[in-house]
Every structure is written in C-alpha cells, then in structure tokens.
C-alpha cells in the first residue's frame, strides 16, 4: 500500500504519522472500532483489512455456508482474521495447558458461528459472533489495556464482595470475580453510569454504587466501590 507521494517521499515506516495514513488509504480514519494504534490489535486490524481474505482456504468452502458466506464479505473476513490473531496470541499464553482447553473450546466456538446460517441475518449473526469471541480472548487472557481491579460490597457486608476489571476492547468488556465464580460480561446501551451483561449475571455501576444480579433470576445486590 502506497503511503508516499511517489518521489520517495512520506512518513516512516511504523511512526504514528504513517499509520494515520495507513488508516485514510483504506478508508477507516475515526471510524469506530478501529484498536488504538500503538496496541498489536491494531496490526491485526489492518493485517486483516489489506490481505481481505479470511484466515482460511476459500478454495474448497462448501457453498451456501457460513464460510461462504464470510469469504464473500471482506468486512467479515477482516474480523475472520483479526480473530485468528488474537487466538494465536492466547494459544501462546497456554501451550503448556493440559488439558488444552482453549483449543476444545475454539472448536465449539466455531460450531456455534456455523449455526448462524439458520439466521434470518446471517451476516449480523456472524459478525456478532467474532465481536465477542474477540473481546472475550482478549479479556481473559490479558491481551488488551485493563483497569482496576475494583472492589465492591454489597448488601453492605464487606465479607460480601464483587471484584471488577474492566478491559478495552470493542465492545467494551468487564470480569467480575464472585466467590469463586467468575463472569465475563460485555457492555450494554444504558441512559446513565455503565451496564454490563454476562450469560446469567449483570453489574450495572454508576457514581461510584452498583447493582450485581448474579444467577438467573437472583436477586440484585447493592454494592458500593471499596476505597
């Protein structure tokens, strides 16, 4: 990708001043969702962006299923293969795991986004399910900025306490540690403070109190942030 001005003239490669060129080639300058440009998410965006292609062969794809349906679609090939850089950096971080979870579970990750083609709009379904496989590697493996952690009582019990660490990713998600339970939850629109959801739990903060449901159909907790 051209980035001078053909004389030999331009930004250096690597320096901040390039890569918001980089970003204005293809078309993405202040869009939303694209990784700070000093983080290895970005890299991984663009890699995907500029080789358009998924990670995968389309050679051999069976037509009319999902991997058809994204080697058609270079925004979906795109995330196809920010995904599989992210995975490779998490797959780094456990290679001495046994039993080798991560891998079982990327497996079943990608049976559940095949099952998008009994979707109305399999397009959304699909993108939705890289968003959030993406963000959830990149929080439980530590591979984007965090914040905190931060503590909360609830119920006013100190013996009673929620421990939340927010991560930047896009969406924008938390791990909320329980007992010794955990929870990876992802944002949700709110009219005030920040809301979070999980599989059966919800943190909703704002000022400083929150509200913990954790459980289906479990009561809500009042929590307070622990200085």
């Known amino acids: 990708?051209?980035?001078?001005?053909?004389?030999?003239?331009?930004?250096?490669?690597?320096?901040?001043?390039?890569?918001?060129?980089?970003?204005?080639?293809?078309?993405?300058?202040?869009?939303?969702?694209?990784?700070?440009?000093?983080?290895?998410?970005?890299?991984?965006?663009?890699?995907?962006?500029?080789?358009?292609?998924?990670?995968?062969?389309?050679?051999?794809?069976?037509?009319?299923?999902?991997?058809?349906?994204?080697?058609?679609?270079?925004?979906?090939?795109?995330?196809?293969?920010?995904?599989?850089?992210?995975?490779?950096?998490?797959?780094?971080?456990?290679?001495?795991?046994?039993?080798?979870?991560?891998?079982?579970?990327?497996?079943?990750?990608?049976?559940?986004?095949?099952?998008?083609?009994?979707?109305?709009?399999?397009?959304?379904?699909?993108?939705?399910?890289?968003?959030?496989r993406t963000a959830e590697l990149q929080a439980r493996y530590r591979l984007v900025p965090e914040r905190g952690p931060f503590r909360f009582a609830c119920n006013g019990n100190p013996a009673n306490e929620v421990v939340i660490t927010h991560f930047e990713t896009e969406p924008p998600t938390l791990i909320a540690e329980y007992g010794d339970r955990v929870s990876l939850m992802s944002a949700q629109p709110a009219a005030s403070g920040s809301r979070y959801e999980g599989r059966n739990e919800r943190f909703w903060e704002h000022q400083g109190e929150a509200t913990l449901r954790w459980g289906h159909d479990a009561p809500e907790m009042r929590c307070e942030r622990v200085k």
């Open 1 to 132: 990708m051209p980035t001078g001005d053909g004389l030999g003239h331009g930004p250096d490669a690597g320096s901040g001043e390039w890569k918001s060129v980089v970003e204005f080639r293809l078309g993405i300058r202040g869009a939303t969702g694209v990784p700070e440009r000093e983080t290895q998410a970005w890299c991984e965006y663009i890699d995907g962006l500029v080789k358009q292609g998924p990670s995968f062969s389309c050679q051999r794809i069976q037509p009319g299923s999902i991997e058809a349906v994204i080697c058609q679609d270079a925004g979906l090939a795109a995330r196809d293969r920010q995904l599989a850089g992210v995975y490779r950096r998490a797959l780094a971080k456990t290679r001495h795991e046994r039993p080798p979870v991560l891998k079982a579970e990327q497996r079943g990750w990608l049976k559940g986004r095949n099952e998008c083609w009994k979707s109305e709009d399999r397009r959304t379904c699909v993108q939705q399910q890289y968003d959030m």
